[in-house]
């Protein structure tokens, strides 16, 4: 079984500080991602990364920053966190793309870590 | 642009059969798939449909339409533990692996 691990379920910081989220996959998935989920607005993707040191943009990268030093590892972090920022924070990973011998349910579906509950105060 | 739309909430009685539908446009296709999760928790995988038609996974099936750019989740013999939301996902842009949510649809199952 896939797992995707992150670092707290939950986590209160104060406005301003520098907060680090981390996520682990141990199924050597290629894709990476992170979402923030708040009521009303489902999920929605932050960044997402294909390959370690790759990373790119996803809809509302504003505020937040990615780093991907080893192909398990993707850490998302607030630079100087915001009370705007309070959100359920949900990491995911999957296979990879483009493998045309590998059935797209393998390859494309996202497994989910059991998200972090952010608070900014 | 890029959109999916499903309701935001729905209701059913416990042994009933209920239908989730979910609307997509988005730039290029591969694929839908179905998520549920449960309050507090992350969403798990229920489906994903490449191709038109009905795929049936014991209670659970999900239909694909590709030229209406239409889905749906059908639930049977629903069970109170169905009392989650069920998100819809696009598959759309290229071949980056990234998906399109839909904001998910609260299903409620009573009594």
């Known amino acids: 079984d896939v797992k995707v691990t992150q670092s707290s379920r939950y986590l209160v910081k104060r406005t301003g500080e520098k907060v680090f989220l981390e996520c682990v996959q141990d199924?050597?998935?290629?894709?990476m991602f992170w979402y923030r989920q708040d009521p009303g607005l489902g999920l929605r993707l932050i960044y997402f990364s294909y390959d370690v040191k790759m990373k790119e943009k996803g809809d509302i990268p504003e505020g937040y920053s990615v780093s991907r030093e080893k192909k398990e590892r993707f850490s998302l972090i607030l630079e100087s966190a915001s009370t705007n920022q309070t959100s359920m924070y949900l990491c995911?990973?999957?296979?990879?793309?483009?493998?045309?011998?590998?059935?797209?349910?393998?390859?494309?579906?996202?497994?989910f870590g059991p998200g972090t509950r952010l608070t900014v105060l | 642009g890029q959109n999916i739309d499903q309701p935001t909430e729905m209701t059913a009685t416990e042994g009933a059969i209920v239908q989730i539908n979910c609307t997509y446009q988005?730039?290029?296709?591969?694929?839908l798939f179905w998520y549920q999760q449960h309050a507090g928790e992350a969403p798990t995988f229920l489906s994903y449909?490449?191709?038109?038609g009905l795929e049936e996974k014991g209670r659970f099936s999900s239909f694909l339409s590709r030229s209406k750019g239409y889905s749906y989740l059908l639930l049977k013999e629903l069970q109170m533990k169905d009392s989650a939301s069920y998100l819809c996902?696009?598959?759309?842009?290229?071949?980056?692996?990234?998906?399109?949510f839909g904001q998910g649809t609260t299903l409620q199952v009573k009594p």
């Open positions: 988005t730039s290029g296709f591969n694929g």
């Open positions: 996902a696009a598959h759309g842009s290229g071949n980056t692996g990234k998906l399109i």
């Open positions: 449909n490449v191709l038109d």
């Open positions: 995911a990973s999957s296979l990879v793309w483009g493998l045309a011998e590998i059935s797209p349910l393998a390859t494309d579906t996202q497994y």
């Open positions: 199924m050597d998935h290629e894709n």
